[in-house]
């Protein structure tokens, strides 16, 4: 599957974005969508993730309760919705996506996940 990350952009803190991430090539259906995010001169770190069967989701403790990761099926796109961003969200965002089959498992381990877009500019700053 292929993936294309958009909706980033500058925001001042306690601002809202929604960032997107597009599938082409074939359905999210028995995959799980992550989240991963890169602040400037660090690792990458997990965000959030949906397993698209069943919409269940998991969240990293620093965007629980100010992230929502949802997925639209019409339009076979992930969303991040980010609201009460902080200085310490900006990064560069990728999505990714890992095969899981009929598995529950949502794994937080980017090395599971095969298919990464090209990832979107998060900044927040006054």
């Known amino acids: 599957v292929q993936l294309q990350a958009s909706g980033g952009g500058s925001v001042q803190p306690g601002g809202s974005l929604r960032l997107s991430c597009a599938a082409s090539g074939r359905t999210f259906s028995g995959y799980v969508v992550g989240w991963f995010s890169q602040p400037p001169g660090k690792e990458r770190e997990f965000a959030a993730a949906?397993?698209?069967?069943?919409?269940?989701?998991t969240y990293a403790g620093n965007v629980q309760g100010r992230s929502t990761i949802s997925g639209d099926s019409a339009k076979n796109t992930v969303y991040l919705l980010m609201h009460s961003l902080k200085p310490e969200d900006t990064g560069v965002y990728y999505c990714?996506?890992?095969?899981?089959?009929?598995?529950?498992?949502?794994?937080?381990?980017?090395?599971?996940?095969?298919?990464w877009g090209q990832g979107t500019q998060v900044t927040v700053s006054s």
């Open positions: 990714a996506a890992y095969y899981s089959g009929f598995s529950s498992n949502i794994p937080s381990d980017e090395r599971l996940y095969k298919s």
């Open positions: 949906i397993r698209w069967s069943g919409g269940y989701t």
